[in-house]
């Protein structure tokens, strides 16, 4: 019970500390700069048709998945292709981009790099030929009976709304006037109250976030007080708690109600800083589901993930790319970590670089699991080919080790 209780509490603070704190960050950059502009942004990216995969590849490029999850509620509006969709997700790196910048920055540039052009031609054939749509979705369908797939179509003429989408009505803007959906004497003044404390969390977070990983990641024990150990234990789950509060209460007596939107324009800093607040506990909540269900099934059946991703021969690569189709931060940490440390090879991290989606794949899964689904396999197909030639070509032809290349 003791172990059961050390995982649960570990999970909410390096959830929040080692994600949360470095998704906020990205993420109200983002509103800022569309604050700033006046909505600008998006819109370059939704009136440049034939840019819209290339702009979306260099949001997903951005450390952590702010970027990502800016393109994604684009898409279910109807106004960036399913390409875009592709491209972003898969050039994303997610928070483990952190990981290997700050302790192998020059694999960090030649992973990266690859991911993002593979994402953006895989991007640019899944609107320009659909890439084998028909199969793809009967393999979908085999999976799931019910599922009818309806990523990766044919854009011609331009972007629009998807037919297959049914949404209820209009596409969602996240635009309203309205403001909170809900007023109470109490509810409203403590979730405002909640808001200010959690970026303050998300500001001592981001800091000691950063430390621990100049610090090359090492195990942090469960401890209180002033130090750095009660710190990151105080700030973690403090943070942690507080967005579980403002996802499931205080998003409807601060902001509109809704998440997983894209927003035009901000009315103020303060409306920027609570819309990134919001999508970011949204984004925490299943950071924090998946941290819990990848440390309970280690806990319980002695299965390592990481162990399986560094099988020695091709299988190394195919092994990150698979990885790479678990949803969320966590396990990619993880990957990443174990490649600073020496113990994957450079084929293995590119792989799992190109077929991981990081956070930003929540928001799709919530609104169109079916395109989430599509766009992880066209994903995961361009990272195991590049992953294994990768494999097959990096000693013989560049005459390079793929153990340790670029780490600190």
Known sequence: MNEVLTVLLGSLRDGYVQVSAFVAVTVLAFGLVQYWTGGAVISAIEDNERLQVAFGGLLGLTPGCGGAIVVMPLYVRGTVSFGTVVATLGATAGDSAFVILAL????????????????VATGYLVDSYGLGVSRIDAAVAQLSPAATPDGGTVVNGGVGPNPAHDYGGPAPTHAHESGPDRESRILTPLSHLAHVV???????????????LFRGGPEIPLTTGLGFDGLFTIVGITGAVLSLYLYLIGRHYVGEGEIARARDSFKSAYDTLTHAAMETSFVTVWVLVAFLVYEYVVLFSGVNVATLAATAGVLAPIGGAAVGLIPGCGPQILLASVYA???????????????QDGDALFPLLAVDAKAAIVATIYNFLPAVVVGVALHLLWGPV???????????
């Open 104 to 119: 192998a920055p020059e694999a960090a540039l030649y992973s990266y790099a690859i991911a993002f052009a593979a994402s």
């Open 198 to 212: 959690w970026w303050i969390a998300a500001a001592a977070g981001l800091v000691l976030g950063s430390l621990y």
């Open 341 to 355: 440390e020496g113990g994957l090879p450079f084929s293995a991290l590119t792989a799992n670089a190109i077929a």
């Open 398 to 408: 560049f005459g390079m080790a793929e153990f340790g290349f670029g780490v600190l």
